[in-house]
């Protein structure tokens, strides 16, 4: 049997690209919402001859990037691996690695991993795929970066977020933040890690940009934001325009995925 390729999660420094960015919060598998989402961004989808969207470009000349969690708990993770990998392929779009798809790749390597938390419904959809489809997603989600610097390095994109001080690191300090954000070692009243609220004390000149832990609203905190509106939970699915800094959010079609202390929004 060969040994699984090992998983870097480094990060990739593209300060050379200056943007106008699309930064969009975790999707797990709400493939609908991000159709939705990219329209009413201005993106044009292109879809196979069976009608399946396997890419997207803006007029403009925008590129969209993904914080990570693109799979698991969602109805259609592989519509959204597909969309998703064109779009990089095509270079209109970028994408970080999140703890989701970490765990993803563990599992199809056959590692001992834990099948809970949606990754139980992204190996039964992969499963009714063709090989040739699988192993491309299972080599897409291997290769994402732990963190992107863009802009100069004036935007970082990292899906749990990224004090300034591990910003270009390829430590395993960095790598594990980028997935993971910084453990407390104590629980909340639902039973969910309590993590490190590093964005209280973020003092840097970049904005951060991330998702990773569902938020019910929208809200700037010391220049970063938490895109993770809870899609799958029944919230919604959102994006930073960049440089503009305007936001804009489509409501999840119902609820995918039940958890403890998420309210679905409203409408």
């Known amino acids: 049997m060969t040994e699984p390729r090992r ?13 106008p ?16 989402l990219l329209g009413e961004l201005g993106y044009r989808l292109d879809r196979d001859e069976r009608g399946r969207p396997v890419g997207a470009t803006h007029p403009a000349g925008r590129t969209a990037v993904f914080v990570g969690d693109l799979v698991d708990r969602g109805p259609d993770t592989p ?14 779009a970028l994408c970080v690695a999140g703890n989701h798809e970490f765990k993803l790749v563990r599992a199809l390597d056959g ?3 834990r099948i809970a938390h949606g990754l139980e419904r992204s190996l039964a959809q992969l499963a009714d795929e063709d090989p040739e489809f699988r192993s491309a997603a299972h080599d897409f989600c291997r290769d994402l970066p732990g963190h992107y610097l ?11 977020g990224l004090p300034q001080s591990l910003h270009g690191s390829t430590s395993g300090r960095a790598r ?17 890690p309590v993590r ?19 938020v019910p609203e929208l809200v700037w905190v010391n220049n970063t934001l938490c ?9 919604a699915l959102s994006a930073l325009r960049y440089p503009e800094l305007t936001t804009v959010s489509v409501p999840a079609q119902q609820v995918w995925s039940e958890r403890a202390g998420i309210t679905p929004a409203a409408g």
């Open 7 to 19: 998983i870097d999660i480094l990060p990739r420094d593209r300060r050379d690209l200056t943007g």
């Open 21 to 36: 960015f699309d930064v969009i919060g975790d999707v797990h598998g709400c493939r609908a919402e991000l159709e939705t």
């Open 79 to 92: 519509g959204v691996l597909r969309l998703v990998m064109g779009m990089v392929a095509a270079r209109t």
């Open 111 to 113: 590692r001992n991993v």
């Open 150 to 160: 863009l802009d100069h390095g004036r935007l970082v994109v990292a899906h749990a």
């Open 176 to 192: 594990s933040f980028a997935l993971y954000g910084a453990p407390t070692g104590e629980v909340d009243e639902h039973g969910y």
């Open 196 to 214: 490190y609220d590093w964005a209280q004390d973020y003092r840097g000149t970049a904005t951060v940009v991330y998702g990773h832990t569902p």
């Open 227 to 235: 895109l993770d509106t809870g899609v799958v939970f029944g919230g």
